[in-house]
């Protein structure tokens, strides 16, 4: 995209400033001088010159501001409505749906921040009638998510893409993914993102981006979010109606559109898969509110001018479909939300179901062994003068593999800070203890632990846990927070609370220090303690004693006996191990703060 933008952008800002009417639009001239080619895509100045820009000229447009983003700078959001009005409340309360857009999370894959620039241009003068669709829809564009990468802007930054010339870089301003934070939130990006999601509760969401994956014909794909894991009413409508009408609708343009091709094998002529959305992911963690999410992945080897094209395309049939069901569309998350405020057992681990798929159309080009003209050696790859078109399996049920039955209450004791804080961003309803208290509740002690070897996005990932469910009179604190299992988050709370849970704060390793032993043993210090146990509880002794006799290595070992003394004890320490987070599975009477 060309920047012949300087003094003429100034010229009209001045002039649109003077001149905000909703009279405006009825120009047939696009405000902004966008120019899309295979070679540039708009900086973040450029981006957010050309939303003040718009905002300044036409009522129906509003530029906001929420937070602060790791790079020091405010995370933007554009919306558009029929009366200008930018409250997420009174937007409600007109019974419109929310439409929310995310682009440059990765700003290597920027054809969304430029497509939605076009987008809200051509909306806002009515080209083709396009200002219609703000009659039941209320658009929110985030210009850039990641503010941080895409100030990092160079032409060697994705190595697969060969335009644009330059583009930003995939790690935010810290260096993290930005689309793998969404629940462990350890950037601002992340918190700010919070705060918009939460406060518009859109109805559709669309994250945008782009994939170096398989070569095929089509420029762009879609990533659903799985309609399993939605209540019923909501994924029958997501899965039957909203997700067809899309691939049916793109097939009109001149970008057809293909589910994203995540294969079983080295060919797509296998079978693509939808993979299950965790939370993390952009799409995974709206689900977790009942938000129907979508992820466009643009095909990184076709030309920038055309994937820009594509999203404009998909923009437009995205929020038609959104703007032509609205009333259904927030009457059945509506209905959603208060299933999940009932809802007692919750599916926090999927398994692909491989009974169930349909058969769709693919083009694609021939894989096949090749020689590299870089290595000139031997190398996998697709042979593009070899097109095919023919019909493959694609999988996109899943089954429950894991349920969990959710308690009463979650007790979180109030020195897990930080577990809090996320709760509370993302809107958990909770409630503190008055005073100190005993209460019979059920507790894990996490039987074993695997992690990655090596840490990923600044966590280390437990990717195996097992468990052990304990009942006991546990004592809280004065302070710490209860957190009631009947509001629209319980799902969420659920996913966060639970350790098996894929993406919960325990997998992300924020519960780390219950696997770390305070207390320990000295084999001469505790010498006297330990005869004292003995003498104390002959049935132990003989406990003891029997696995001295039926083990050689104990036997042998003065070290080792001493160990089975005082792991095997009261001695032992009573917090290694232990979930810190309880469980209440009885309605009881607590003793509150009062509100």
Same mark, same amino acid.
Request: charged letters at 20%; proline letters at 5%.
């Given at each position: ?31 902004? =001088? ?15 010159? #050309?939303?003040?820009?718009?905002? =300044? ?15 020091? $700078? ?109 629940? $462990? ?58 997700i067809p009408h899309l691939y049916q609708a793109m097939e009109q343009t001149d970008y057809p559109l293909i589910p994203y ?5 080295? @060919? ?32 990184? #080897? ?7 094209? &594509? ?12 703007? &032509?069901? @609205? ?25 692909? =179901? ?27 790859? #697709? ?36 577990? +809090? ?23 894990? $002690? ?57 993406? @919960? ?16 043993? &000295? ?40 160990? #089975? ?10 917090? +290694? ?6 469980? +209440? ?11």
């Amino acid at each position: 995209m060309t920047k012949n933008i300087t003094f003429f952008l100034l010229f009209l800002l001045v002039l649109a400033a003077c001149n905000r009417t909703s009279d405006a639009p009825e120009t047939t001239e696009a405000l902004l =001088d966008l120019k899309f080619s295979e070679s540039e895509t708009v900086t973040y100045y450029e981006a957010i010159e #050309y939303y003040t820009l718009l905002a =300044d000229h036409y009522a129906e447009a509003q530029l906001l501001t929420y937070g602060v983003t790791d790079a020091g $700078k405010p995370l933007h959001l554009f919306v558009m409505s029929r009366d200008g009005v930018s409250d997420p409340a009174k937007v409600r309360e007109s019974g419109r749906a929310v439409v929310l857009i995310n682009n440059g999370i990765h700003p290597g894959e920027p054809e969304g921040i430029d497509a939605s620039l076009w987008f809200a241009d051509d909306v806002l003068r009515n080209a083709n009638e396009m200002r219609s669709l703000l009659d039941s829809v209320v658009v929110c564009i985030i210009p850039v998510y990641n503010v941080g990468g895409c100030l990092n802007r160079s032409a060697y930054h994705r190595t697969g893409q060969t335009t644009p010339r330059e583009c930003g870089h995939r790690g935010n301003a810290k260096n993290l993914d930005l689309n793998r934070d969404f629940v $462990k939130m350890d950037t601002k990006n992340a918190k700010a993102f919070a705060e918009i999601f939460h406060a518009w509760n859109p109805d559709v969401f669309l994250d945008t981006h782009t994939t170096n994956g398989s070569d095929h014909q089509y420029v762009i794909t879609l990533i659903a979010f799985q309609p399993d894991a939605l209540p019923p009413a909501l994924g029958n409508f997501y899965r039957n109606s909203f997700i067809p009408h899309l691939y049916q609708a793109m097939e009109q343009t001149d970008y057809p559109l293909i589910p994203y091709v995540n294969h079983f094998t080295e @060919s797509p002529k296998s079978g693509i898969v939808l993979d299950v959305q965790q939370p993390h992911f952009s799409t995974g963690f709206v689900g977790l509110f009942n938000t129907l999410g979508f992820m466009t992945e643009n095909h990184i #080897y076709k030309n920038f001018d055309d994937r820009v094209r &594509s999203v404009y395309d998909f923009l437009g049939v995205l929020i038609g479909f959104t703007a &032509s069901h @609205s009333t259904q569309i927030q009457t059945l998350r509506t209905e959603a939300a208060q299933t999940i405020t009932t809802q007692k057992e919750f599916t926090v681990q999927w398994t692909l =179901d491989t009974t169930q798929k349909q058969m769709i159309r693919f083009r694609g080009y021939e894989d096949e062994t090749g020689i590299s003209p870089v290595t000139g050696l031997s190398r996998r790859g #697709y042979n593009r003068q070899k097109p095919y078109d023919t019909l493959i399996p694609f999988y996109d049920h899943h089954r429950p593999a894991l349920t969990i039955r959710a308690p009463e209450y979650y007790i979180v004791p109030s020195a897990w800070e930080e577990v +809090i804080e996320r709760l509370a961003l993302n809107h958990v309803q909770m409630h503190r203890l008055a005073k100190d208290t005993a209460i019979v509740a059920e507790f894990y $002690k996490i039987e074993n632990v695997e992690s990655w070897p090596q840490q990923y996005n600044w966590h280390r990932y437990h990717n195996k846990v097992q468990i052990e469910n304990v009942t006991d009179t546990l004592r809280f604190l004065a302070g710490d927070f209860v957190i009631p299992m009947n509001q629209p988050a319980n799902k969420y709370i659920v996913e966060m609370l639970e350790p098996e849970a894929e993406d @919960s704060f325990f997998r992300w390793n924020f519960f780390d220090p219950c696997l770390e032993s305070r207390e320990y043993y &000295s084999s001469y210090g505790f010498e006297e303690n330990a005869m004292k146990y003995l003498d104390t509880h002959p049935d132990f002794k003989k406990q003891f004693e029997a696995a001295v006799k039926n083990d050689s290595a104990l036997a042998a070992s003065h070290r080792a006996q001493m160990g #089975y003394i005082y792991d095997n004890t009261e001695w032992a320490d009573n917090r +290694i191990n232990r979930y810190p987070v309880a469980r +209440i599975n009885e309605a009881m009477k607590l003793p509150l703060v009062a509100e």
